[in-house]
C-alpha cells in the first residue's frame, strides 16, 4: 500500500518555540491533511490542503501542500503546553476516490 | 452534542473467538468510516459507507473481517475466529459527506486476543 515518511518521530521543545515537521510520499495525493491526536481521544482535523503550493494557516499552524504534490509540512508558531500531543500527517492518494493514507505521527513534547 | 460513539471501548477475547465492534456516528453524517491503529502508528483505512453502501472495503485485511451498516446509521465490524495479530484499536469516523476529508473520530475500541 502508500507509504508516507513522517518526520521527526519525536520531538522535545521548549515553550514558546516553533516546531515543523513534514511528510513525504513516493506518489502524487491529490488532498493532504493535518490531525492531532490527544492521549486517549481519536484524532482532530487541523488542517486541509486541496491544491499544490496550498499554504493555509489556523491560528499559529500552517502547512503547505508541496509542490511537487508528494509532500507536506506543518508549521506550529509559539508552541505552548497544550500542544502536546500526536500529530499525523494524512493524503489522499491519486485514483484512490476516498481512503486516506495516515503517516506514522510526531510525538510533540513542549517543555515548560 | 454527541460526537462518534464506539462500543466496547476495551475487549479483551480469545484467539477463535468471534468480536462485534460497534460505532455509533454523528447524526446526520452520511459517511461512516473504520480504521484500525496500531500502537505507534497512523490509522490504517479499512472500509467506508456512504449511508448503507459500502463503497470501499478494500482495505479489510482478509475475509474474517465484515462490516455492515444496514440502516445508514449505526454501523458494526465484526472480525470471525480472531487472531493475535487482529489486537490493535479500531477507529469509527463520519463525515458530512461532501466534505468527505473532514473526518469527526470516535474513541475506538481497544482489542486485545489472547
Known amino acids: 500500500g502508500q507509504q508516507l515518511n513522517q518526520s521527526p518521530q519525536s520531538m522535545f521543545i521548549q515553550e514558546g518555540e516553533d516546531v515543523s515537521m513534514n511528510c513525504t510520499s513516493s506518489?502524487?495525493?491529490?488532498?493532504w491533511l493535518w490531525y492531532k491526536q490527544d492521549p486517549g481521544e481519536g484524532p482532530v482535523l487541523l488542517i486541509a490542503l486541496y491544491k499544490a503550493g496550498e499554504l493555509t494557516s489556523n491560528g499559529r499552524l500552517t502547512a503547505q501542500f508541496g509542490i511537487t504534490r508528494k509532500d507536506s509540512f506543518l508549521n506550529i508558531s509559539a508552541s505552548i503546553p497544550s500542544d502536546v500531543g500526536i500529530y499525523f500527517c494524512a493524503g489522499q492518494p491519486s485514483g484512490s476516490a476516498r481512503q486516506l493514507t495516515f503517516g506514522s505521527g510526531t510525538q510533540l513534547t513542549v517543555l515548560p | 452534542g454527541a460526537g462518534v460513539s464506539q462500543s466496547p471501548r476495551y475487549k479483551v477475547t480469545k484467539r477463535g473467538q468471534d468480536v462485534a465492534l460497534r460505532c455509533d456516528p454523528i447524526s446526520g453524517h452520511v459517511s461512516l468510516y473504520w480504521y484500525r491503529q496500531a500502537l505507534g502508528q497512523g490509522p490504517e483505512f479499512l472500509t467506508y459507507?456512504?449511508?448503507?453502501?459500502?463503497?470501499?472495503k478494500s482495505g479489510l485485511p482478509n475475509d474474517r473481517f465484515s462490516a455492515e451498516r444496514p440502516e445508514g446509521s449505526i454501523s458494526t465490524l465484526t472480525i470471525q475466529r480472531t487472531e493475535q495479530r487482529d489486537s490493535a484499536m479500531y477507529r469509527c469516523?463520519?463525515?458530512?459527506?461532501?466534505?468527505?476529508?473532514?473526518?469527526?473520530f470516535g474513541p475506538g475500541t481497544r482489542l486485545l486476543v489472547l
Open positions: 459507507f456512504n449511508y448503507e453502501a459500502q463503497q470501499d
Open positions: 469516523a463520519s463525515s458530512i459527506g461532501v466534505s468527505w476529508e473532514t473526518q469527526y
Open positions: 506518489s502524487i495525493f491529490n488532498t
